[in-house]
């Protein structure tokens, strides 16, 4: 199935390397001065923000913020840190210690983040202060080699239809989806998606949710491959959060195949990348309408038995095939290959594929689990890889920019702090922001921020632990979330 992501579990400290301000530890407002400063927060209008919504920014998983321009390669090098959060230490037993693996969700000033500790925070975006906080579960089972897990999904921040209410959609640790109010943290609806098990471990969210059509994906998933369950994926209402349709991805019966990746949408077909197993769609990148019913599909050939499935998310793309503009989709696979797709047309198998990473140990090499960087307005794809040769120089890790119809390489780097399992990001002035996730030496991860335009690198923040949760462009700011339980934001 997945690689096991351990986090690193540290008492959080503090950062001065690039700091113009000492750490300032996350407060819990009293309710008046809450609502006080949530309406405040709030009042930004939408037309100056550069909001970061949802999970890889959008629906088609492009990473790109095309209106965050603050940070540029000309002031990058330049950057200060303006505040740090500390995630807050369990206080109940059996609940998992601090750590990171959601990335952070921006919307107008407010940061929403989920915490290995099963804690949910809404953050003021300008000050690091607590706004609300909500627990919402974590595992129990002892039968991974993760531990017990909180919230590893990536919360979604979109407007119920029905309502208006400005809504936040995030997978709890407990295996339940939550639609909580954005301003209060309030519970508005919440719906089983798995069972988590007790003593023995069982499914997991690791998927974070897509918002599309007025409806909410979630990924079915097992936790880890002891046990696995049977996979798929379920869809639900936004305003009620009533069970629309579910897809299962290997027959009744039969485990594995889970969707521990998240869903891709261009609001007319809905694409997921599927884990091991020995049956149904494992090892597939499965193309499914809106209502979740099966259109096409393509396995990765010589992988049953192994765990070399997909890892990264899917995006979506385009390029021009034949002096046509085509929809294309493309994701990392474990085997350390990248893969792209006519999106329509995925029994054709790829129509071009770049070995760019090697496959996957997670102790030592890492794994290819980054979802790509689509800039539509220059047309370039990057991806990210962990352990690569460049040159006859072996590196950690890497970053390419691909030509997106050919998988020719426009310009490659590598990066020696460790591989990039998580995701990459892009802003809308050209700089690439990439974490590292080392187990190897973990006090020497960093993150990378490269000239989009020529791989070069422009600067490296420093970091005492491994970076899974993407770096977020949002406004004038880049938010870094480590597995040391580390939320911190930089501007120019």
Not at 219 to 247: A, E, W
């Amino acid at each position: 199935m997945y690689t096991q992501i351990p986090l690193i579990i540290t008492i959080p400290w503090v950062r001065n390397s690039l700091s113009r301000s000492p750490l300032r530890r996350g407060f819990l407002l009293t309710p008046l001065a809450l609502a006080i400063a949530f309406i405040a927060t709030m009042t930004t209008s939408a037309q100056e923000t550069s909001d970061w919504p949802t999970y890889l920014h959008g629906p088609e998983h492009s990473s790109y913020n095309q209106l965050a321009t603050a940070i540029t390669p000309a002031n990058a090098s330049s950057l200060v840190q303006n505040w740090s959060f500390s995630d807050r230490p369990p206080t109940r037993t059996g609940q998992p210690g601090v750590g990171f693996n959601a990335s952070p969700t921006v919307y107008n000033g407010v940061i929403y983040i989920g915490s290995n500790t099963g804690q949910f925070y809404a953050i003021n975006e300008s000050t690091g202060g607590v706004l609300w906080h909500r627990l919402l579960g974590y595992t129990t089972g002892d039968t991974c080699r993760t531990g017990h897990l909180g919230v590893s999904s990536t919360a979604t921040v979109a407007t119920d239809p029905i309502s208006g209410t400005l809504t936040v959609y995030v997978g709890g640790g407990n295996g339940y989806l939550y639609a909580l109010n954005a301003s209060t943290g309030a519970i508005i609806w919440k719906h089983l998606v798995l069972h988590i098990g007790t003593t023995e471990a069982s499914g997991y969210i690791w998927s974070s949710p897509l918002v599309s059509n007025g409806a909410v994906y979630i990924g079915v998933s097992s936790q880890c491959d002891n046990p696995l369950i049977r996979g798929g994926i379920k869809s639900f209402d936004m305003h009620t959060g009533t069970p629309l349709n579910v897809y299962w991805t290997t027959p009744s019966g039969t485990i594995g195949a889970s969707v521990w990746t998240s869903a891709a949408s261009d609001q007319n077909f809905v694409w997921i990348t599927v884990g091991n197993g020995d049956s149904g769609d494992s090892f597939a990148i499965v193309r499914l309408s809106t209502a979740l019913t099966f259109q096409t599909k393509w396995t990765v050939p010589d992988t049953f038995g192994t765990d070399l499935d997909w890892g990264s998310s899917p995006t979506l793309f385009e390029a021009t095939l034949n002096q046509v503009p085509t929809q294309m989709v493309g994701a990392n696979e474990k085997n350390g290959i990248f893969y792209a797709f006519n999106a329509i047309q995925l029994e054709n198998g790829p129509v071009w594929s770049l070995q760019v990473g090697v496959p996957g140990q997670l102790q030592t090499l890492g794994s290819c689990l980054a979802a790509a960087v689509w800039d539509s307005t220059h047309q370039q794809l990057f991806v990210g890889s962990n352990k690569t040769t460049i040159q006859s120089v072996d590196f950690a890790g890497s970053l390419r920019s691909l030509d997106p119809a050919t998988g020719a390489i426009l310009w490659e780097t590598g990066l020696q702090a460790g591989p990039v399992m998580g995701s990459p990001t892009l802003d809308g002035a050209g700089v690439l922001a990439a974490g590292t996730y080392s187990l190897a030496v973990p006090t020497q991860n960093a993150v990378y921020l490269l000239d989009a335009s020529n791989g070069n690198i422009l600067t490296t923040i420093p970091e005492t632990s491994p970076v899974f949760a993407q770096p977020v462009f949002a406004d004038t700011h880049l938010l870094i979330a480590t597995s040391g339980g580390i939320l911190s934001a930089f501007s120019p």
